[in-house]
């Protein structure tokens, strides 16, 4: 007898297949809220009085709207899907929707479908079109109804009846956007607060039976039972092996999606690759964001970026799409690894670039043959493999020329024989640092501290100093989270101490606005022999693997993990 969950397993991977392969894709952030330049949360900050917004959205004009330079700057990027907010937040629809009224070509001088003109341009280019949709949040509606935010300047939340916002509006326009716009890659639904698992499955229901390979994030809620992959937290980025499950990031080029006048702190093009080659070496996706204005123009800072990173993928391109995550199980300090067949692609950052050459540990097969993806000039980089027997220790280094060939990353591809095969321990780095993420952990809860606890191998003896790495939102209190004495315990010594912030990342490349990386050091440990230790960490923030996809509800402090760096002389 066939079980049907191995089924839905299989289903699954089939309609999710387009998806993994792609990595890359672009968020578009557009409606009413262009017109004011502060974001997309406008309305709710200010306490825009629904009669005033709908006055808005009468002048909302995109005269200079184009779908085709959208799709094709999507393209160019190197962007394999678009993910548009067809309702955001303030409940406007920005497609013909005969469900309400409150939608771009009924309620705004415009008069145009946007999305019909992108599912046009979009089929023409062979990109997958996919639908942003606000499905609990809906200020403009009187019942729609979110457990936090909700339109309470112009509605009163005792009057509220959610069924006739939900069946009606919600079920009803994403059944339009399911049947009027041909295929749709995905749905992208966002902060789900309060919505019952019963309606939650409904829409499942509704949606698979209209589209059935159409994809859904995790956030149309109650994650993992519903939704085919993760959306991480704003501008999260996951630890490597965190998720089982696929996963993408949804990020800002600045730190806002709607358009915004004010913000200008840009990611550079530089480390929008870095983080796209990242990201997709810890086997997840990268949904960038771009905030056209009220005019319909995707700013200039934010196309000139999107040009860059689709130039670089041009040429890099064979070692991101349809590649799989690096075999290691911690983040690499020069660069990033993904892989394909019998291919290693090392990801190189320039500013890393190493002179002479890069040493690489733990890989278990023979190189057959190390090249640089885009330099046909040199044909083979020489490579020297060791093996230490004691300690089951793996290394090579490999010959590189003194410049790196490309811009921004350069990739080195390694053909190996056999089935790639490395050590997936937490072993000694090339540059003798020791990574233990707390994701990876084994986690003991207590009534007052927790114990995280690891295995790792020692390749040298030495001493070493030890360092926890956290993410710190913006605006949270360190001494608040790290109230009390944390203790590590390995090869028989123990050290305490009460974490300060010692010191701040200002480029991590992983974590970025609202939190900062912040390192602190608990003191040192001496390794007299290579082997193998158990190392544990006992503080209140070596938490299990905390439930939910959305930023909101994450710590004001991460604890991600302890390193053990090697003190020189
Ligand atoms: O669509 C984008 C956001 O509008 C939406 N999800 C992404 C993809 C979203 N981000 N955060 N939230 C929803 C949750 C709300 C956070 C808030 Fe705030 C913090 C609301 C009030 C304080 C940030 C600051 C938004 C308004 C002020």
Not at 100 to 116: E, H, M, Q, T, Y
Not at 481 to 509: F, L, M, W
Request: proline residues 5%; negative net charge; hydrophobic residues 35%.
């Amino acid at each position: 007898m066939a079980d049907s969950s191995l089924d839905i397993v299989a289903e699954s991977k089939n309609r999710m297949q387009w998806w993994k392969d792609a990595k890359f894709g672009m968020f578009i952030h557009w409606g009413v809220y262009s017109l004011l330049g502060k974001g997309e949360w406008v309305m709710y900050a200010d306490k825009i009085p629904v009669k005033e917004y709908e006055k808005l959205a009468g002048e909302f004009n995109p005269t200079q709207f184009d779908a085709k330079a959208w799709v094709k700057c999507a393209k160019r990027a190197g962007m394999k899907y678009i993910v548009i907010t067809a309702k955001h937040h303030d409940g406007f629809a920005m497609y013909h929707s005969r469900t309400d009224p409150f939608n771009i070509v009924d309620a705004s001088s415009f008069g145009r479908d946007p999305l019909k003109e992108l599912s046009e341009a979009c089929r023409e280019e062979g990109i997958r079109l996919c639908f942003y949709y606000s499905h609990v949040i809906d200020w403009h509606h009187p019942h729609a109804l979110h457990d936090t935010f909700n339109n309470l300047w112009d509605y009163e939340l005792e009057k509220k009846a959610f069924f006739s916002y939900w069946n009606h509006k919600a079920k009803g326009q994403v059944r339009e956007l399911l049947t009027e716009y041909g295929p749709v890659g995905l749905l992208w639904f966002d902060t789900s607060g309060g919505l019952s698992k019963k309606e939650s499955e409904a829409m499942v229901n509704m949606i698979r039976e209209l589209q059935p390979d159409c994809l859904i994030n995790s956030r149309v809620s109650h994650w993992p039972d519903f939704g085919d992959y993760q959306s991480k937290g704003n501008n999260e980025i996951p630890m490597y092996g965190e998720e089982t499950r696929e996963w993408e990031t949804p990020m800002t080029l600045n730190q806002s999606w709607g358009y915004s006048t004010k913000d200008q702190v840009w990611k550079s093009t530089d480390a929008l690759i870095r983080k796209l080659v990242h990201i997709v070496s810890k086997g997840g996706n990268l949904l960038l964001n771009v905030g056209p204005t009220e005019t319909g123009i995707i700013p200039e800072q934010s196309a000139l970026r999107l040009k860059e990173v689709g130039e670089w993928l041009a040429r890099n391109g064979e070692a991101v799409y349809g590649t799989s995550a690096s075999p290691f199980p911690y983040e690499l300090e020069w660069g990033a690894v993904t892989v394909k067949e019998d291919i290693l692609f090392l990801h190189v950052y320039n500013r890393y670039w190493p002179e002479g050459e890069l040493a690489l540990n733990g890989v278990r097969n023979t190189v057959k043959h190390a090249y640089l993806l885009t330099d046909p000039t040199t044909s083979s980089l020489p490579v020297h493999q060791s093996y230490q027997p004691e300690t089951d220790h793996h290394a090579m280094r490999i010959r590189l020329p003194k410049h790196p060939p490309e811009d921004h990353v350069s990739v080195i591809a390694l053909e190996v024989e056999g089935k790639i095969d490395v050590d997936r321990g937490f072993i000694q780095q090339a540059n003798g640092s020791i990574k233990l993420d707390l994701v990876l952990s084994e986690i003991t809860t207590g009534s007052e501290m927790n114990e995280a606890r690891w295995s790792f191998k020692a390749s040298s003896s030495g001493i070493y100093e030890v360092m926890l790495v956290n993410f710190k939102k913006s605006g949270a209190v360190w001494e608040k989270e790290y109230d009390h004495e944390v203790t590590v315990r390995a090869a028989g010594q123990t050290i305490s101490c009460i974490p300060q912030e010692d010191k701040v990342v200002n480029d991590s490349i992983s974590c970025q606005h609202p939190y900062t990386e912040v390192h602190s050091s608990v003191g040192r440990i001496v390794i007299e022999d290579p082997g193998t230790y158990a190392l544990t960490l006992s503080t209140k923030l070596a938490k299990p693997k905390p439930f939910g996809p959305e930023i909101w509800q994450a710590a004001a402090v991460k604890l991600r993990s302890v390193r053990l760096v090697p003190l020189i002389g």
